[in-house]
């Protein structure tokens, strides 16, 4: 079974962020402070043996919340011979700028230093994917996310930092009405300037459904009309009349397929996948991942626990 990559979710109490998008950011967490080493072993060696290269640090919460269970997962790697070259965190950006100073005077602290990033590293972490809701304004992005005032950041700064830091940089856009009024142009130049490497545009689903999430999602997500003209200013125009999904009078240049269908392209850069909806999204004989819970269990789905692999 080919699969594309695997999720570990790290558990925390709840966010400190307050995503008015997010369904779990309220969710208490009985797994915060439990790691079944064997049981973790076992999931990321079951990942290996399927040549799963990457491996995705994401939570309910910021995974920085939980610097004891990063500390538990970088020895269950280590333990496995750390299988997955490629390995990403995904983020809003709080915490990563922690700083102790340095000691005047000190033999031992001579220079500033940035613990967080120094542990991320230790995991093996190469692509920070900073979860941004408005790339054009620090201020408003930060009111957004909801970000506790004591841990707002400049986004210039943050980006710069992370680069700076070594990291490969992917901005993971999450697609609210802030963009319905900006051309593609706009976008990618700001991309640009914040130094992206890649882009990923998020698109918001609110469902319908009666909860606050949703309803905000419903009220606040941009226009479908922004996506369509993304795709194809990057990708191009759909041949309708053949339906094959080919593109053609893009700016991008395509790259390749991952295993799920989206082509990525390269433009101005920096690397985007674009959806052109030419591969069946019901793949039987793919995965697109595989979620390592809080459990210490396996799944295929994120919201079905019928999807237990192990």
């Not at 408005?134 to 930092?161: Q, R």
């Not at 009309?225 to 240049?253: C, M, P, R, S």
Request: aromatic fraction near 10%; include cysteine.
């Amino acid at each position: 079974m080919k699969i594309q990559s695997m999720s570990i979710v790290v558990p925390t109490k709840g966010c400190i962020n307050k995503c008015p998008f997010c369904v779990s950011r309220m969710h208490d967490n009985p797994y915060e402070s439990k790691f079944d080493m064997i049981s973790y072993r076992k999931r990321i060696k079951y990942a290996a043996n399927n040549n799963v290269n990457t491996l995705i640090i994401t939570g309910t919460g910021e995974a920085l919340q939980n610097k004891w269970f990063l500390d538990q997962l970088w020895d269950a790697l280590n333990k496995e011979g750390h299988p997955f070259p490629n390995v990403e965190l995904q983020t809003t950006g709080v915490m990563l700028m922690d700083k102790e100073f340095a000691i005047p005077g000190s033999t031992i602290r001579t220079k500033d230093r940035y613990p967080n990033i120094e542990l991320l590293k230790s995991i093996g972490v190469n692509t920070i994917s900073l979860s941004v809701s408005d790339i054009f304004s620090a201020v408003k992005n930060s009111h957004i996310i909801g970000i506790p005032d004591k841990l707002y950041f400049d986004l210039d700064k943050l980006c710069k930092f992370i680069k700076d830091s070594g990291f490969n940089l992917r901005l993971s856009l999450n697609m609210t009405n802030v963009y319905d009024d900006k051309y593609p142009e706009d976008i990618l130049i700001r991309c640009k300037e914040l130094g992206a490497d890649q882009i990923t545009f998020r698109k918001l689903y609110g469902g319908g459904y009666d909860n606050p999430e949703s309803v905000w999602v419903d009220e606040n997500a941009c226009k479908d009309k922004v996506i369509e003209q993304i795709n194809e200013h990057i990708a191009g125009e759909k041949d309708e009349e053949f339906q094959t999904g080919y593109h053609h009078n893009g700016e991008g240049t395509a790259l390749y397929r991952l295993p799920f269908g989206p082509m990525v392209y390269s433009i101005d850069g920096m690397s985007t996948a674009v959806d052109d909806d030419c591969m069946s999204k019901d793949n039987l004989d793919s995965l697109k991942y595989v979620i390592l819970r809080e459990n210490g269990k396996l799944y295929c789905q994120w919201d079905d626990e019928g999807s237990l692999i192990f």
